[in-house]
Each structure stands twice: as structure tokens, then as C-alpha cells.
């Protein structure tokens, strides 16, 4: 049941420890365990650099992020994730209810005006966040400074729209997803227009899920990312792991051939055997991901819920792989057609009988789904959908009808006890990182390159000249 207040005007900016995504976290539990002391540093990339912020829009951007600092762990959010996220272990829940964001400290935000700096407010400019800090301590940053940069340029540059009809569409939206048999989670908290959008998207979703049950229709929504929503509307929270846990194990252990199981291994020694078990592939490439996959798991201490050995003594490795743990994958970039039949392969391959998970992330609207969902199918796997940008920032603008294109902005660990952090992905649009490691690692690993038609980076959920049906 949802018990937010409507009637209370909109709310601004970031209002809860808990208004991110779970998977951060997860990661964060695993980090405070494994990598607790380790600095690092992130870096802020605009995937649509013509799109940029007014001085007036960056002031108000830092003045939300230095209310950031104020925000903790409320009683009643502690009691939440106790009860419905019981895989946090106690250790990190203490350290959370102390844990504050300092980013006086952690972060500085500046703005490079694109013509002579006079200062005036309507001055257009690029806007740079620098991250840093140990690993704990700021990896909560990334989703409330996505969501509110997205949120400082839809109140003061692209401004011709309003809330009108967004609770609807999500509505109709669901109806559609879940006629098509497909299980959908909402991921739309990091380049949403706003939370208020966020939260109208998702009770339009759960009215969606509501009507689905009574109709008896083959869907299902199974959550949200957010973990702040989750609780408003007493949900379970979506998610499990980015590609940063495997960007920060290789930089740290800066072994590239190995760094792959080590993050897999040290996953399962922090939430155990078949928790939070969906693997994200592409962080190097999908094939580096499947040596590692495949190999039988090898236990660290203290991994939580192991059976003892006939002797009594913990296991030291187990008769499974990685593969047979994890109850699937997620499906991030790259062709997913290709990468289906990819995993069909690989499972046969492994001899795994069990019906594995694909979860699909990367710019999913309705058609994509149910595609997707048809060629999971046909290979025997099962499909799931983390919708995120098309359910949380869909909007047109109301004097041309065209449609007002979101923001592509990304936040991406850059460095790790003082080695540079590199994704590949299995599209180059999406690498990330030093360029000259992004090579030395291709060439270690025999990355072979690859490019999606689907994969323009610019314009992922249309362009400004698009008008909407």
C-alpha cells in the first residue's frame, strides 16, 4: 500500500537514504566486507553533450547535492531493508545507520561556460563531477547525482512539459507489457525526470499489475530498482550487481585474466550460494565473462550459509560452477539476439538442464520486450525486463508535440587503489575508462571488437525532431 501524502506539493531533489538503486547497496555491503579502505575515484560522462546546463541550473544542481551530507538512515528504512533485503548482513546495516555522505569532502562539481565566462545566470556551460574517496563512502553517489543533474535540466532547460497523463501512460504501458507474458521491473531512478515522475510511473505500473491479476493476464511486475519506492508500495526492491564490482575487483588486483571470477567469487562469499544470483556479463567482454563462468566455485572463508563437509570443516570449493550457482544473467549491451542464442550455447555446452534468467537492461521500450521475450523463449530461456529511461523519462513537449529527449548521462568508476577503472561492454559506444588500458586489456584478453546498429549512444531513446505518435 502506498501511504505518501499527494496532496503535499512535489517533492525536489533527493528525499531519502533510500531513493537509489539496490544495487548499490549490495555492492556496498559486498565493499565494506572485501574493500573497505581502498580509494577510488569516478568520473561523470554526457553521452549527449549538446544538452547542457545554464549557470541558474548549476547552482541550484550544488545546492541539491550539498543536501546530500544532511540525509540518513531513518528507523523505519533500517526496519525495511531488515525484513525485506535479508541477505545485508548485520555487520553493514550497523555501519549503515551511522553512514553519512559528506560531499563538502568527496565531491567537487564545476562549470565550464561554452563561450567568455561573464557569470551572468543564463550562461550555458558543460558541468564536470569530480568523485573521490574511499570505495564505501562514496559509492552511494552515482544515482543521486545521475537523477539530479537530470532533474536540473528538465527545471531550467527543457521546460515545456508537464506531469499531465504520465500515471496513464505507465498504465497503459504495463497493460501492454504484461498481456505479452512479460515479468518487468521498473529501473528508471537515475535518468528519470524527477522522483515525482518516478513515483507516478510506478503506481501507474503497480494499478497496471493490479488489473493484470484480476484479468488474469500472463505477466507479471515484479518491482523496482528504487529501493525508496519498493517500501512506499511494500514491494520487494529489484536488483543485484553493476558493472563497478567487477570494474573495481580488476583495477584493485589489477589481474585482468583473473579478475573476473575473483568478483564473482567474492560476490558468493558475501551474500552466499544462489543469492542475488544474476551476473552481469559484458563488464570485458561477454566471452572473458564465460572462461570465468564456467569454473567451479571456489569458497572463501566465511561465506555465508555453506553446509560443512563430512569432516565438519567449512568447503573450500564446490562440486557446481559458477554458471550452475547463478540463477542467470543480465544482458547490458551488444545485440541481444546474438547474445541469447550466446547463453542457449553456453548452457548446453555446460550441460546445465536448469532453466536459466535473462535479464534485459539496455534501452528497452515495449517492442523490444516482447521481441526479446520471443527469442528467449525459442531458446528455453526465461526473460525478464529492467525497464528504466521509457517508463521515467517519456515525455513530449507540449507546444510541438515533439518528443523531449532525456539526458544520457552516465557516472563510472575511474580509478581504484590508484590503478584506472575500464569497462569494455560488448559495444564500443559503451567503454569506459583510460583509453590507453582499454587497449592494453583488449589485447591481453583477445577482445575481439564489436559494434550494434542499435548501439548509438547519442541518441538511445530518440532524438528532438521524433514526434510522438
Same mark, same amino acid.
Given at each position: 500500500?502506498?501511504?505518501?501524502?499527494?496532496?503535499?506539493?512535489?517533492?525536489?531533489? %533527493?528525499?531519502?537514504?533510500?531513493?537509489?538503486?539496490?544495487?548499490?547497496?549490495?555492492?556496498?555491503?559486498?565493499?565494506?566486507?572485501?574493500?573497505?579502505?581502498?580509494?577510488?575515484?569516478?568520473?561523470?560522462?554526457?553521452?549527449?553533450?549538446?544538452?547542457?546546463?545554464?549557470?541558474?541550473?548549476?547552482?541550484?544542481?550544488?545546492?541539491?547535492?550539498?543536501?546530500?551530507?544532511?540525509?540518513?538512515? /531513518?528507523?523505519?528504512?533500517?526496519?525495511?531493508?531488515?525484513?525485506?533485503?535479508?541477505?545485508?548482513?548485520?555487520?553493514?546495516?550497523?555501519?549503515?545507520?551511522?553512514?553519512?555522505?559528506?560531499?563538502?569532502?568527496?565531491? +567537487?562539481?564545476?562549470? *565550464?561556460?561554452?563561450?567568455?565566462?561573464?557569470?551572468?545566470?543564463? #550562461?550555458?556551460?558543460?558541468?564536470?563531477?569530480?568523485?573521490?574517496?574511499?570505495?564505501?563512502?562514496?559509492?552511494?553517489?552515482?544515482?543521486?547525482?545521475?537523477?539530479?543533474?537530470?532533474?536540473?535540466?528538465?527545471?531550467?532547460?527543457?521546460?515545456?512539459?508537464?506531469?499531465?497523463?504520465?500515471?496513464?501512460?505507465?498504465?497503459?504501458?504495463?497493460?501492454?507489457?504484461?498481456?505479452?507474458?512479460?515479468?518487468?521491473?521498473?529501473?528508471?531512478?537515475?535518468?528519470?525526470?524527477?522522483? *515525482?515522475?518516478?513515483?507516478?510511473?510506478?503506481?501507474?505500473?503497480?494499478?497496471? /499489475?493490479?488489473?493484470?491479476?484480476?484479468?488474469?493476464?500472463?505477466?507479471?511486475?515484479?518491482?523496482? @530498482?528504487?529501493? *525508496?519506492?519498493?517500501?512506499?508500495?511494500?514491494?520487494?526492491?529489484?536488483?543485484?550487481?553493476?558493472?563497478?564490482?567487477?570494474?573495481?575487483?580488476?583495477?584493485?588486483?589489477?589481474?585482468?585474466?583473473?579478475?573476473?571470477?575473483?568478483?564473482?567469487?567474492?560476490?558468493?562469499?558475501?551474500?552466499?550460494?544462489?543469492?542475488?544470483?544474476?551476473?552481469?556479463?559484458?563488464?570485458?567482454?561477454?566471452? #572473458?565473462?564465460?572462461?570465468?563462468?564456467?569454473?567451479?566455485?571456489?569458497?572463501?572463508?566465511?561465506?555465508?550459509?555453506?553446509?560443512?563437509?563430512?569432516?565438519?570443516?567449512?568447503?573450500?570449493?564446490?562440486?557446481? @560452477?559458477?554458471?550452475?550457482?547463478?540463477?542467470?544473467?543480465?544482458?547490458?549491451?551488444?545485440?541481444?539476439?546474438?547474445?541469447?542464442?550466446?547463453?542457449?550455447?553456453?548452457?548446453?555446452?555446460?550441460?546445465?538442464?536448469?532453466?536459466?534468467?535473462?535479464?534485459?537492461?539496455?534501452?528497452?521500450?515495449?517492442?523490444?520486450?516482447?521481441?526479446?521475450?520471443?527469442?528467449?523463449? #525459442?531458446?528455453?530461456?526465461?526473460?525478464?525486463?529492467?525497464?528504466?529511461?521509457?517508463?521515467?523519462?517519456?515525455?513530449? *513537449?507540449?507546444?510541438?508535440?515533439?518528443?523531449?529527449?532525456?539526458?544520457?548521462?552516465?557516472?563510472?568508476? /575511474?580509478?581504484?587503489?590508484? +590503478?584506472?577503472?575500464?569497462?569494455?561492454?560488448?559495444?564500443?559506444?559503451?567503454?569506459?575508462?583510460?583509453?590507453?588500458?582499454?587497449?592494453?586489456?583488449?589485447?591481453?584478453?583477445?577482445?575481439?571488437?564489436?559494434?550494434?546498429?542499435?548501439?548509438?549512444?547519442?541518441?538511445?531513446?530518440?532524438?528532438?525532431?521524433? %514526434?510522438?505518435?
Amino acid at each position: 500500500m502506498d501511504h505518501f501524502d499527494w496532496s503535499t506539493p512535489f517533492p525536489e531533489g %533527493v528525499i531519502s537514504f533510500l531513493d537509489t538503486d539496490l544495487y548499490k547497496l549490495t555492492m556496498q555491503c559486498a565493499v565494506f566486507k572485501y574493500y573497505p579502505d581502498v580509494p577510488v575515484t569516478y568520473a561523470f560522462t554526457n553521452r549527449t553533450p549538446e544538452k547542457k546546463l545554464s549557470r541558474k541550473a548549476f547552482s541550484w544542481l550544488c545546492e541539491q547535492i550539498s543536501k546530500l551530507g544532511n540525509i540518513s538512515l /531513518s528507523d523505519d528504512e533500517l526496519r525495511f531493508l531488515q525484513s525485506h533485503c535479508k541477505y545485508l548482513s548485520a555487520p553493514y546495516l550497523d555501519f549503515l545507520k551511522e553512514f553519512r555522505l559528506k560531499p563538502r569532502e568527496q565531491l +567537487n562539481p564545476t562549470f *565550464h561556460p561554452v563561450g567568455a565566462d561573464t557569470g551572468a545566470q543564463e #550562461e550555458l556551460g558543460d558541468i564536470h563531477i569530480e568523485i573521490r574517496g574511499t570505495w564505501v563512502d562514496t559509492i552511494l553517489y552515482e544515482i543521486p547525482l545521475l537523477a539530479l543533474t537530470s532533474e536540473a535540466y528538465f527545471k531550467f532547460m527543457d521546460t515545456d512539459w508537464n506531469y499531465e497523463g504520465q500515471e496513464q501512460k505507465a498504465l497503459d504501458k504495463g497493460i501492454r507489457l504484461l498481456e505479452a507474458g512479460c515479468v518487468v521491473s521498473e529501473f528508471g531512478t537515475r535518468r528519470r525526470r524527477d522522483y *515525482h515522475t518516478q513515483a507516478l510511473v510506478f503506481r501507474g505500473l503497480v494499478k497496471a /499489475s493490479k488489473e493484470a491479476e484480476k484479468r488474469g493476464l500472463p505477466g507479471k511486475l515484479s518491482g523496482t @530498482s528504487n529501493v *525508496h519506492l519498493a517500501m512506499r508500495f511494500n514491494l520487494p526492491p529489484v536488483g543485484t550487481v553493476a558493472h563497478e564490482w567487477f570494474m573495481g575487483v580488476a583495477a584493485i588486483t589489477d589481474d585482468y585474466l583473473g579478475a573476473t571470477e575473483e568478483a564473482l567469487r567474492r560476490w558468493i562469499g558475501c551474500f552466499g550460494e544462489g543469492v542475488l544470483g544474476v551476473a552481469l556479463t559484458d563488464t570485458f567482454g561477454t566471452p #572473458e565473462f564465460l572462461k570465468a563462468f564456467s569454473k567451479p566455485v571456489r569458497f572463501l572463508p566465511d561465506t555465508p550459509n555453506l553446509p560443512p563437509t563430512s569432516e565438519g570443516t567449512e568447503p573450500t570449493t564446490s562440486p557446481r @560452477s559458477y554458471a550452475e550457482v547463478f540463477g542467470g544473467v543480465r544482458q547490458d549491451s551488444g545485440d541481444p539476439a546474438t547474445f541469447v542464442k550466446l547463453m542457449r550455447a553456453f548452457y548446453d555446452k555446460q550441460g546445465i538442464k536448469e532453466k536459466k534468467t535473462i535479464v534485459f537492461s539496455d534501452s528497452l521500450d515495449i517492442d523490444k520486450c516482447i521481441e526479446y521475450k520471443r527469442v528467449s523463449d #525459442e531458446q528455453g530461456l526465461n526473460p525478464t525486463f529492467g525497464v528504466g529511461t521509457y517508463l521515467t523519462n517519456d515525455f513530449i *513537449h507540449l507546444t510541438t508535440g515533439k518528443k523531449s529527449v532525456p539526458l544520457n548521462i552516465v557516472i563510472k568508476l /575511474s580509478s581504484a587503489a590508484g +590503478n584506472p577503472a575500464i569497462k569494455i561492454s560488448d559495444n564500443i559506444g559503451k567503454n569506459t575508462g583510460d583509453s590507453a588500458k582499454v587497449a592494453e586489456v583488449k589485447k591481453l584478453l583477445g577482445y575481439v571488437e564489436k559494434e550494434w546498429a542499435g548501439g548509438d549512444e547519442t541518441s538511445r531513446w530518440g532524438k528532438a525532431d521524433d %514526434v510522438q505518435q
